[in-house]
């Protein structure tokens, strides 16, 4: 008989390992504390305006292909993708600016304009970078991760010299280039794996060929498309969902987690459990003492990728001189990266992104009027308060109408922030975080809290704290290894 298959929470990672049992022939419900599917990819409306909640950058094209493949689909079946050009603009200073154009070629003339002579070793970095990519896609990421023998093979040796695990991406960065625009630039995608570019393994400039060789894409809509595709992937293969069904208990009888009970008393029986939700929130909460794995003092030691400060606004009029995405290093990158990783402070001159999704879309505005989202990434963890959102917001706003020479807090007519104590209230987050578990060395594979319970023979874990780790393509990722992970037991 199919195994009953109930998945706790609709975030990405969720909704794969969902769409992979199911797949197999599994019963699977997903239970969803939230009112839509989505987890920190929801979508909120408001007078005319969408605004994607939480991810908003496509990389890595191919590992979403991929994920509908496994279903006889294409992306295209859902949603319609615009590869973004530029792909982010990079504000340096009032009169510096910088536009990372879609075509290599367009990036080797940009690196040579600011630094002769260095496109030859950024064609050297990137050939490098892609053999991290193609090694860590095929070697590294599709692993379950419960012991290290499984990285003990022949083709992952022979390659760990290249995939430098023990040099820093800084360093590596820094003896190519000069120019601290470039290194800036260089250095940028892993300021939300959870250190500073000295902490992280140069293994993850493998980030910088999903950025400038695989590119930046936008999914027509807003990024709640790809949840729109995969529920409705879900639902087609037989998937059942419940909202506002946020789980209170693990029942436990022996050695299996027997049945979920929900904050409003409704019991759900399972055979298997997946907890897509935040990890330390279902051990620590919903399962009794005798059934963690880890306890408060293994947690409290996790080192965390970054929470952010978010804001929502709502523009009358069309904005100037901006892009798609937009990058503000107009401060110290490596003072900000120190007070999130290092001192854990709230930044004195914070770096912060600007995504304007309706100079792209005009679908997600109201006709002549500008959707904005502004994130700050911070440490997690920190006092938020009202007047704390509010000191930034004046800040920031400041700097974006001084940069690009143009009015905006006269013409804001919906206004929304989101910060720490939401990401614990919507989602159980754990420190209020954003991302998930850091991606440092010792947080690496087998170094992660485990998919698989030690504790319960029937309880699983899947998303941003287990393998692989933060964000959209390795939550896809986990999904799918989990799904593999249970099917070989009860397949």
């Not at 064609?123 to 990519?133: E, G, I, R, V």
């Not at 393994?201 to 493998?206: F, H, L």
């Not at 009027?369 to 938020?384: G, R, T």
């Amino acid at each position: 008989m199919s195994p009953k298959v109930v998945v706790i929470g609709s975030g990405f990672a969720g909704l794969s390992a969902a769409c992979c049992l199911a797949k197999e022939g599994c019963m699977v419900t997903v239970l969803e504390k939230n009112a839509t599917p989505g987890g920190r990819a929801r979508q909120f409306e408001v007078d005319g305006f969408k605004f994607d909640m939480g991810p908003s950058w496509y990389w890595m094209p191919d590992i979403f292909e991929q994920f509908f493949n496994h279903f006889g689909k294409k992306t295209s079946d859902y949603y319609h993708l615009l590869r973004l050009d530029p792909s982010y603009r990079i504000y340096l200073g009032k009169e510096d600016v910088m536009n990372l154009p879609s075509d290599l070629e367009g990036i080797y003339s940009l690196f040579e304009s600011y630094e002769p002579g260095s496109s030859p070793k950024l064609k050297k970095f990137l050939a490098d970078a892609s053999f991290k990519y193609q090694t860590g896609m095929q070697e590294f990421v599709f692993k379950p991760a419960h012991n290290p023998m499984e990285y003990f093979h022949w083709k992952i040796l022979k390659a760990s010299f290249r995939l430098q695990l023990l040099k820093s991406l800084s360093s590596e960065i820094n003896s190519l280039f000069k120019d601290s625009r470039l290194i800036r630039l260089l250095e940028f995608p892993v300021l939300f794996l959870g250190a500073t570019p000295e902490k992280t393994p140069a293994m993850y400039s493998m980030m910088n060929y999903a950025d400038m060789v695989l590119g930046t894409w936008y999914p027509e809509g807003g990024m709640i498309k790809i949840v729109d595709a995969m529920v409705s992937l879900a639902k087609e293969l037989g998937v059942k969902f419940e909202f506002n069904a946020e789980v209170a208990k693990i029942e436990v009888a022996g050695k299996k987690a027997k049945h979920l009970v929900t904050t409003h008393g409704r019991i759900v029986e399972a055979d298997v459990i997946v907890g897509g939700a935040d990890y330390h929130h279902i051990e620590q909460q919903l399962l009794e003492k005798p059934y963690r794995q880890y306890n408060e003092a293994y947690w409290s030691k996790r080192v965390m990728a970054p929470s952010s400060l978010i804001y929502y606004l709502g523009i009358k009029g069309r904005l100037n001189n901006v892009e798609h995405h937009n990058l503000f290093f107009d401060a110290d990158f490596k003072k900000h990266s120190e007070e999130i990783y290092t001192t854990k402070q709230w930044p004195s001159d914070p770096l912060f992104y600007m995504s304007v999704p309706s100079v792209t879309d005009a679908g997600i505005a109201p006709e002549g009027h500008e959707n904005i989202f502004i994130l700050i990434p911070i440490a997690p963890d920190l006092e938020d308060t009202e007047e704390i959102r509010d000191r930034y917001f004046t800040t920031i706003l400041g700097r974006i109408e001084s940069i690009t020479g143009q009015s905006i807090k006269d013409r804001i007519i919906y206004q929304r922030s989101y910060c720490i104590k939401d990401f614990k209230a919507d989602y159980h987050s754990f420190k209020g975080n954003a991302y998930g578990l850091a991606n440092t060395l010792s947080q690496t594979a087998f170094m992660k809290p485990k998919m698989k319970s030690r504790k319960l023979d029937n309880l699983y874990f899947t998303g941003q704290l287990t393998v692989p780790g933060p964000g959209i393509p390795p939550a896809l990722i986990s999904g799918q290894i989990v799904a593999r992970e249970v099917m070989k037991k009860y397949g």
